[in-house]
């Protein structure tokens, strides 16, 4: 299940949601993205994207995941639009019969999302915006999956 969304969500809700009656896995993993103020400057950052083509890239690297570790379900929840410091952003969670085959597949979809899912972030600083560049190390953590 995929949503990109502007409205917040409450992780443990989903989680519980996406888990609930499931007796054909032995591990759920998940991962909750919050929006980090490292240096106390971070007002505001704003995720835009374009409808359509950000649900088909996400898609596409889910369905990946999915058939390469053999999972039961994946859900990946996008949050666009403003955000304050401390709000989630996003979440994964991968369900599968063995904890390996959930761990390296939210590993995988969270290098994916990081670096090549089609987002773009604006940040607004005490002392003007800029659009946050991608990262040397998060371009280099999709080299293992390769």
């Given at each position: 299940?995929?949503r990109?969304?502007?409205?917040?969500?409450?992780?443990?809700?989903?989680?519980?949601?996406f888990?609930?009656?499931?007796?054909?896995?032995?591990?759920?993993?998940?991962?909750?993205?919050?929006?980090?103020?490292?240096?106390?400057?971070?007002?505001?950052?704003?995720?835009?994207?374009?409808?359509?083509?950000?649900?088909?890239?996400?898609?596409?690297?889910?369905?990946?995941?999915?058939?390469?570790?053999?999972?039961?379900?994946?859900?990946?929840?996008?949050r666009?639009?403003?955000?304050?410091?401390?709000?989630?952003?996003?979440?994964?969670?991968?369900?599968?019969?063995?904890?390996?085959?959930?761990?390296?597949?939210?590993?995988?979809?969270?290098?994916?999302?990081k670096?090549?899912?089609?987002?773009?972030?604006?940040?607004?600083?005490?002392?003007?915006?800029?659009?946050?560049?991608?990262?040397?190390?998060?371009?280099?953590?999709?080299?293992?999956?390769?």
């Open positions: 299940m995929l990109v969304q502007s409205d917040p969500f409450d992780p443990g809700s989903e989680l519980s949601a888990a609930q009656g499931r007796t054909d896995i032995g591990a759920v993993v998940s991962f909750t993205g919050v929006v980090r103020n490292t240096d106390g400057a971070l007002e505001a950052m704003e995720i835009e994207h374009y409808p359509g083509m950000t649900e088909r890239a996400i898609g596409r690297i889910m369905d990946e995941a999915h058939n390469r570790w053999n999972l039961s379900d994946v859900l990946v929840i996008h666009h639009g403003p955000l304050k410091p401390g709000e989630v952003i996003m979440m994964v969670a991968t369900a599968s019969a063995h904890r390996a085959a959930a761990f390296a597949a939210a590993d995988f979809l969270m290098d994916y999302l670096s090549r899912a089609p987002f773009w972030k604006k940040e607004t600083r005490s002392h003007g915006e800029n659009w946050v560049a991608a990262k040397d190390e998060d371009e280099a953590a999709l080299d293992r999956w390769t």
